[in-house]
């Protein structure tokens, strides 16, 4: 049951970072918490704060119960404390050829842990929070639809990725600039260019990443849409 880590230095908005990758070949409660505590550990290796300078985390896992397991422990350590995080969560089977297991990519910001981490929090009272702001970024957590077609489920996201955007404009007194979306997408389901997807958002011009992955937290779902602004 090895666990892997792995980083990369990165800059936002003019501020250092990692982006981190971990995976577990199991996704047993102990496992998936000793997965978090490697990565914490690389966090500090290179100069931050651990698992507290930690803004956006996404989750894989080899099917829908191991995604559940590894969301109690991201519940936990990373949608509350100081590690409160914007958050995705995937089944990818691809990734784990055992046939089970969790693995955790995301972004961690020098000084993002010093106490100033802003967290807005859904209405609905549920665990994942609808962005985090680290002095001049802002980190969304992804977004759904459980509309039937593809087309209807980006009509449905749209004007929420819109709404968020001015929900943290009104918050912050400033205008919020998207600077990359990201997609993911049911292997499924046809995505469309960045370009077609980011005119269908209502951001024009706004880059696109586009991922694949098997599944979401509830079958069908066809696509999740992230963003980081500054």
């Known amino acids: 049951m090895a666990i892997t880590v792995e980083s990369t230095p990165l800059e936002r908005g003019g501020r250092a970072g990692i982006f981190f990758s971990g995976q577990?070949?199991?996704s047993e409660d102990a496992r998936v918490d000793a997965l978090?505590?490697?990565i914490d550990g690389e966090l500090r290796a290179h100069g931050l704060a651990g698992l507290a300078d930690v803004v956006r985390t996404r989750i894989f896992a080899a099917s829908r119960p191991a995604r559940d397991a590894g969301s109690r422990i991201r519940t936990a350590r990373l949608l509350d404390g100081p590690g409160v995080s914007a958050s995705s969560s995937f089944v990818e089977p691809g990734r784990f050829p055992g046939g089970d297991g969790v693995a955790f990519?995301?972004?961690a910001i020098a000084g993002a842990g010093d106490g100033t981490k802003v967290v807005e929090r859904y209405e609905n009272g549920g665990p994942l929070c609808r962005y985090v702001i680290t002095r001049d970024?802002?980190?969304n957590t992804g977004i759904t639809s459980i509309l039937p077609t593809y087309e209807e489920q980006l009509a449905e996201i749209g004007p929420r990725v819109l709404a968020t955007i001015a929900h943290a404009e009104a918050r912050l007194g400033r205008r919020v600039i998207p600077t990359v979306?990201?997609?993911h997408v049911d292997r499924g389901q046809a995505p469309g260019t960045g370009s077609w997807l980011a005119e269908r958002l209502g951001l024009p011009g706004v880059p696109?990443?586009?991922g694949r992955?098997?599944?979401f937290t509830t079958?069908?779902?066809l696509i999740e849409i992230g963003r980081a602004h500054v």
Do not use: N, Q, Y
Request: net charge negative; charged share 20%; proline share 4%.
């Open 105 to 107: 990519e995301g972004m």
């Open 137 to 139: 970024l802002v980190f």
């Open 208 to 210: 696109v990443v586009i």
């Open 219 to 221: 079958p069908g779902k």
């Open 213 to 215: 992955c098997d599944g």
């Open 24 to 26: 577990v070949d199991s």
């Open 36 to 38: 978090l505590d490697a």
């Open 181 to 183: 979306i990201t997609a």
